[in-house]
């Protein structure tokens, strides 16, 4: 099982350009998050998804939007990029469980530059 | 709302030296989980421990060991006879019912661990 994967691992874009970044999991969880890690801050939830075809928004939701048009498949677009955003972004998943709150796994980050 | 917080931004040690990691946490609710990651020089996330609010009984993992005191609303970690593979940033993170479902975490800003020779 390759567990929780991320592309593109690194991406520069200029101010003002598009992309998205494509996060895959194999371990058939219902839950997917999108977070966003800057020096000394941690790690904040941009938007997550509590199955396929539902997204809600996060922490710092600004600036993003998701898709899960697949269960396997979380979608992280940023439509006009800005230099704020220059961040490393980590993709996450869990499995649903009635009454206990599972641990997420990771992705490897994807790293963004937005000059 | 649910809050968690590492006061120790940064801890050098030599190695086989013990080092306990802080970790506090507010929240409303009565029921709610505690984790720890782990995030080496390679830059991904490893999962550690998960905890839940009924359970306070102390866990050893090897090295490692959690002290869970509800009482202080805290959660440390200790390493035991620390090495230098230990060199790691580690996160302290809180889920609980109001975060609105879907098991999110709240995460602590981080504790960066330096362990020397």
């Known amino acids: 099982n390759a567990g929780v994967t991320q592309t593109p691992k690194f991406r520069v874009l200029k101010t003002g350009q598009s992309m998205t970044l494509l996060c895959a999991q194999d371990m058939n969880h219902e839950y997917m998050y999108w977070y966003r890690q800057d020096p000394g801050m941690g790690l904040r939830l941009i938007h997550y998804?509590?199955?396929?075809?539902?997204?809600a928004k996060g922490e710092v939701p600004d600036g993003y939007n998701v898709s899960r048009l697949k269960k396997q498949n979380f979608l992280l677009g940023l439509e006009s990029a800005a230099p704020s955003q220059t961040s490393v972004y980590f993709c996450a998943s869990s499995y649903r469980d009635r009454d206990i709150y599972n641990e997420q796994f990771f992705g490897p980050g994807t790293r963004l530059t937005v000059l | 709302a649910q809050k968690v917080t590492q006061a120790q931004t940064e801890i050098s040690v030599v190695e086989k030296e013990d080092v306990t990691l802080d970790c506090v946490y507010e929240t409303r609710d009565t029921t709610y989980y505690l984790f720890w990651y782990k995030q080496p020089p390679s830059g991904e996330l490893v999962f550690l421990i998960r905890r839940n609010s009924f359970d306070e009984q102390n866990e050893i993992s090897g090295r490692y060991s959690w002290n869970f005191q509800k009482s202080t609303s805290s959660f440390n970690f200790t390493i035991t006879a620390s090495q230098v593979v230990d060199s790691a940033v580690y996160f302290c993170?809180?889920?609980?019912?109001?975060?609105?479902?879907?098991?999110?975490?709240?995460f602590g800003t981080g504790t960066q661990l330096k362990v020397e020779l």
């Open positions: 998804s509590v199955g396929e075809g539902t997204t």
């Open positions: 993170a809180l889920s609980d019912s109001f975060t609105g479902g879907g098991n999110k975490l709240t």
